[in-house]
């Protein structure tokens, strides 16, 4: 069935070090692809999303490339800050999920000064 | 515009005991969907509404869960009895669309209730 796999954490950076989360996906078809962020004590919010191979999302210095080849978005940031340690989550709209969300299992982030 | 409200924020009881969530989405969104955060984990669909009826609660506990969304407007979950593995986080989320897995289809997420079962 359609999954999204995402790397495990905590992943611990020190402040300006380059981050990359790994995820990758098994869908029927070509669905749209989501990152979400959990900062502590609040609500998922969107951080970026892609609909179609190749295109790139991006948002607050974050990108992520959907690549059909290797059925991967990975999100990418060039240099993180203390504010980015929350959980990030990798999500998909599956075309035969009876229209659910499906999610990785979150990747937690620590950024240390 | 005015987000997802949730309420309580939190709510620590004993096992066998009732507890009520309540959630008021976005002005407008006619679709809602409660989820179950469990720590460590991503979000796991419990139930979803449009308008005032279920679209799906197939991963509902019916047992002791139950949800109703009366009006099309502000939804209510609820535990009843409550189980330790009940600890959670409990997110509610609005959308604009249905039925649609476009790209177009954001959901809007609350701050979350978070449960303690001891």
Request: charged letters at 20%.
């Amino acid at each position: 069935g359609d999954s999204v796999t995402q790397m495990e954490g905590p992943v611990t950076l020190s402040e300006e070090a380059f981050l990359t989360i790994n995820c990758t996906y098994t869908a029927t078809g070509y669905p749209s692809l989501f990152w979400y962020v959990q900062y502590p004590g609040e609500g998922l919010q969107l951080l970026l999303k892609a609909t179609k191979a190749d295109d790139k999302g991006s948002n607050k210095g974050f990108e992520a490339t959907y690549r059909k080849e290797t059925t991967s978005f990975h999100l990418e940031k060039g240099s993180v800050q203390v504010s980015d340690s929350a959980v990030y989550f990798c999500a998909q709209w599956a075309l035969d999920s009876n229209y659910q969300l499906i999610w990785g299992a979150g990747t937690k982030l620590i950024i240390k000064p | 515009e005015a987000g997802v409200a949730q309420s309580p924020r939190y709510k620590i009881i004993e096992k066998r005991q009732s507890v009520a969530f309540w959630c008021n989405p976005i002005s407008g969104h006619a679709t809602l969907y409660w989820y179950q955060q469990i720590l460590g984990q991503g979000p796991k669909l419990l139930i979803q509404f449009q308008n005032n009826g279920v679209v799906d609660d197939s991963q509902l506990p019916k047992d002791r869960f139950s949800a109703e969304r009366l009006k099309g407007v502000d939804s209510t979950l609820k535990i009843q009895p409550a189980k330790l593995e009940d600890s959670a986080v409990y997110l509610c989320a609005s959308s604009s669309l249905w039925r649609t897995t476009s790209g177009a289809n954001v959901l809007t997420f609350g701050a979350g209730s978070r449960l303690t079962v001891l």
